[in-house]
């Protein structure tokens, strides 16, 4: 038998760019490194904690200035992208059951950003911030 | 049944990516807020020492930071195979192996505090 399917040609490095839909996709994927980079940050300030006051603040110190802001602003872009995107999708990831018929996506999306805003203002609070 | 690692890294995926969205933004605001030359009291040395000294912190901290790794770690190893990174149990090894280490890391010296 000599059939020829056709394949259909599709780049496996840079298919994402074809479409706004995959870019969006992948815009949500990315955010992983950056919370991963931002998790070993915070292994390293707990490592230099653990060895005492000169090296936890000759580190601190390290990332004090223009070059470690730009960074953690990027990072910052990505957590709160990852953060709006996961609770825009949580009616879909867990619905909520009320006898017949489905709670309105909207409550629950709304209790996720009521949380996100007073656990932010705790922290906030507890760290000393305001 | 064929059996599956999957359901375990999947949890810490998704338990990890829920403590994310509620907490990374504001915990990066601290540290920005500290490369901007103003540290919250916090993340000065007395403050940070104080909070991991006691045992909530000491598990706060673990939590946090375990979690971030093991959702950052399972999500890159996906997002890998997407940008055409397809030896898939190379890069398992090597992400997963990065998040055990940070755990470990972090759980040893959070004991010595």
């Known amino acids: ?130 | 049944m064929a059996k599956s690692n999957k359901p375990i890294f999947w949890s810490l995926f998704a338990a990890g990516g829920t403590l994310a969205a509620f907490l990374a933004p504001v915990l990066v605001l601290l540290f920005l807020l500290l490369s901007l030359g103003h540290a919250p009291a916090v993340l000065s040395y007395a403050g940070l020492h104080a909070f991991a000294a006691h045992w909530f912190g000491k598990l706060f901290l673990l939590a946090v930071i375990t979690l971030f790794l093991w959702h950052a770690a399972h999500r890159l190893r996906v997002t890998a195979f997407d940008f055409g990174l397809r030896q898939d149990s190379v890069v398992a090894v090597v992400v997963y192996l990065i998040a055990a280490a940070g755990t470990i890391t972090t759980a040893l010296c959070l004991l010595r505090i």
């Not at chain 1, 070993?40 to 060895?51: D, G, I």
């Not at chain 1, 950003?113 to 760290?127: D, E, N, R, T």
């Open chain 1, 1 to 130: 038998m000599s059939r020829k399917p056709y394949i259909r040609q599709v780049s496996k490095t840079s298919w994402y760019l074809k479409q706004p839909r995959y870019m969006r996709y992948m815009s949500r994927e990315v955010t992983c490194i950056f919370i991963g980079a931002f998790a070993l940050l915070m292994v390293c300030a707990v490592e230099r904690l653990s060895q005492g006051q000169a090296a936890f603040e000759s580190f601190m110190a390290t990332i004090t200035g223009p070059w470690s802001f730009l960074g953690l602003f990027v990072i910052l872009a990505f957590a709160v992208h990852n953060a709006t995107n996961w609770f825009n999708v949580t009616p879909k990831a867990m619905p909520v059951q009320i006898g017949e018929e489905f709670l309105n996506g909207k409550y629950i999306v709304g209790a996720h950003y009521a949380i996100w805003i007073v656990a932010s203002l705790v922290v906030l609070f507890f760290a000393g911030v305001m």
